[in-house]
């Protein structure tokens, strides 16, 4: 068991090296587009509502062939040269179908969604997110074959390029126009929402360069028969991936119908950038995911999984929630994250933390379904979540505005998550610690709590005072679970 939590660790930490650092990187941009873009100013709030349609249409190309790559590669008596060429063959037609299409029907597109007047940004993006997702399958190759350098070098190529981009945009070009405008003719001082989709277009093309050669694939072939087999697998898989990023990004997408107009966009962008703080969190779960779903099905014949996955739960829990009072702690330091005139919404940061929190432990607990090929029970889940979620947003959005959004992705992922341990438990029963965590719980809100009813005014003796209750925290997880993992490194020894 030590020996597979090693790996995990390791791939975990190699991954991370690409969303964690490279994510956070990119996070560094947050601010530069907070300070550039000014709340007031609404641009923000489009830079927010563009991307949360990206997230759904990746989602919608993809139809949940990254899981069922893995599921198909690691059965007997299949060749996955042939999975891998089928599954290529299946996003690779839906995506060019795609982009044809909205290129075609740009214009109407773009009206319906309120971008009449800047229809090149809809035009850019659904480009960017049909080549994404044909990407996204050479990336879940990569990880299947254990190859994490390369998906690193490839994933930190577009972050690199991102960031000097922006950077170019946002603080050179504007120096260099104003002193010699001759120098940059195509430059437009007042389009720095535009710019953003740009760059994000250029970067897209610069990995798939990178990229090619798993286009290899497709002369693998396609398997009409396996392709039907595929697809029932995952059409479940995809209905739970849309009721899944909805839980993400439906509060962003809806507002702008909920809250119209120059106002909703202002508030939709203070909501967006702030939210960026509580992605930290996110950052955390996606390292964590990109190691931990080809570890559990290269592992799914192994008689010791269901232990393995009830101790990675765990630890799990622990190192998120202190990850969670870490940023909330210090929320005088990464408030610096996002310009000053968006820190209004700060108060959601915690809310959008822990509803991060409960999407990783319901993405811990999916794997019941995912290993008995029971995938439907996950877009049941997953559908009556999001309708938790929308429910609350319609409801609550017109009276108090963006908080509503934040407990309404909590109370989304926490219906989604106690819906798949309690009727896990029914199908695939599997021993977690749940005293255990609830007591990490419970601690830690508790330490939250006696922080946020401290009355001290001053910024640094604040944290102080914070640093000795996370020290509370660490000095409980060293005495409550890190002897044990100790004592069994010395007797494996």
């Given at each position: 068991m030590a020996k597979e939590l090693k790996s995990l660790v390791k791939d975990t930490a190699l991954y991370g090296i690409s969303s964690i650092v490279g994510r956070f990187l990119n996070y560094l941009l947050v601010p530069l587009y907070t300070i550039k873009i000014t709340a007031e100013s609404g641009g923000y709030g489009v830079v927010t509502n563009v991307y949360a349609y990206t997230a759904l249409l990746l989602t919608l190309l993809t139809f949940g062939m990254e899981t069922t790559l893995f599921r198909f590669s690691t059965k007997e008596n299949e060749d996955s040269r042939k999975v891998y060429g089928t599954v290529l063959w299946l996003v690779v037609?839906?995506?060019?179908?795609?982009?044809?299409?909205?290129?075609?029907?740009?214009?109407?597109?773009?009206?319906?969604?309120?971008?009449?007047?800047?229809?090149?940004y809809i035009a850019c993006m659904t480009t960017i997110v049909a080549i994404d997702a044909v990407q996204s399958i050479m990336f879940a190759h990569l990880r299947q074959q254990g190859r994490p350098l390369k998906f690193v070098a490839l994933k930190m190529t577009f972050i690199v390029t991102n960031i000097g981009?922006?950077?170019?945009?946002?603080?050179?070009?504007?120096?260099?126009?104003?002193?010699?405008?001759?120098?940059?003719?195509?430059?437009?001082?007042?389009?720095?929402?535009?710019?953003?989709?740009?760059?994000?277009?250029?970067?897209?093309?610069?990995?798939?360069?990178?990229?090619i050669p798993g286009l290899k694939g497709l002369v693998y072939g396609f398997d009409r028969q396996l392709a039907r087999r595929m697809l029932r697998y995952a059409m479940p898989i995809l209905v739970l991936g849309i009721a899944g990023i909805l839980n993400q990004v439906a509060d962003?997408?809806?507002?702008?119908?909920?809250?119209?107009?120059?106002?909703?966009?202002?508030?939709?962008?203070?909501?967006?950038?702030?939210?960026?703080?509580?992605?930290?969190?996110?950052?955390?779960?996606?390292?964590?995911?990109?190691?931990?779903?080809?570890?559990?099905?290269?592992?799914?014949?192994?008689?010791?999984?269901?232990?393995?996955?009830?101790?990675?739960?765990?630890?799990?829990?622990?190192?998120?929630?202190?990850?969670?009072?870490?940023?909330?702690?210090?929320?005088?330091?990464?408030?610096?994250?996002?310009?000053?005139?968006?820190?209004?919404?700060?108060?959601?940061?915690?809310?959008?933390?822990?509803?991060?929190?409960?999407?990783?432990?319901?993405?811990?607990?999916?794997?019941?379904?995912?290993?008995?090929?029971?995938?439907?029970?996950?877009?049941?889940?997953?559908?009556?979540?999001?309708?938790?979620?929308?429910?609350?947003?319609?409801?609550?959005?017109?009276?108090?505005?963006?908080?509503?959004?934040?407990?309404?992705?909590?109370?989304g992922y926490g219906t989604a998550m106690l819906l798949s341990y309690f009727i896990g438990q029914h199908y695939h029963p599997i021993s977690y610690d749940v005293k255990g965590i609830l007591t990490y719980f419970g601690l830690a809100l508790a330490l939250f709590g006696v922080s946020k009813l401290l009355p001290i005014g001053d910024q640094w003796l604040r944290m102080g005072t914070n640093t000795l209750l996370l020290g509370v925290f660490v000095v409980y997880i060293i005495k409550r679970d890190l002897p044990v993992l100790r004592r069994k490194r010395e007797t494996q020894d």
């Open positions: 037609s839906v995506s060019v179908t795609f982009a044809v299409l909205c290129i075609v029907f740009n214009t109407p597109i773009s009206r319906w969604m309120g971008y009449a007047d800047h229809p090149e981009l922006n950077l170019f945009i946002f603080l050179g070009a504007p120096a260099i126009w104003n002193s010699n405008p001759e120098l940059l003719w195509w430059y437009r001082p007042d389009y720095s929402v535009g710019y953003i989709f740009f760059i994000n277009l250029i970067c897209t093309a610069c990995v798939t360069l990178g990229v962003k997408i809806t507002y702008l119908f909920i809250m119209p107009g120059a106002e909703g966009e202002v508030q939709l962008g203070i909501y967006g950038a702030c939210t960026k703080i509580a992605m930290i969190m996110a950052i955390l779960l996606q390292a964590f995911r990109y190691a931990y779903e080809p570890f559990v099905f290269n592992r799914s014949r192994d008689n010791d999984k269901d232990t393995l996955c009830a101790v990675t739960m765990k630890y799990f829990v622990i190192f998120t929630l202190l990850a969670f009072l870490v940023v909330v702690f210090y929320m005088d330091i990464f408030k610096h994250l996002v310009g000053h005139t968006y820190w209004e919404g700060l108060h959601v940061v915690p809310i959008v933390m822990m509803a991060e929190i409960f999407m990783g432990i319901y993405f811990n607990l999916s794997f019941w379904y995912k290993l008995d090929d029971k995938t439907y029970w996950g877009a049941i889940m997953s559908i009556i979540a999001c309708a938790v979620l929308l429910a609350i947003n319609f409801i609550f959005v017109p009276r108090y505005g963006y908080v509503a959004c934040a407990w309404g992705g909590m109370a």
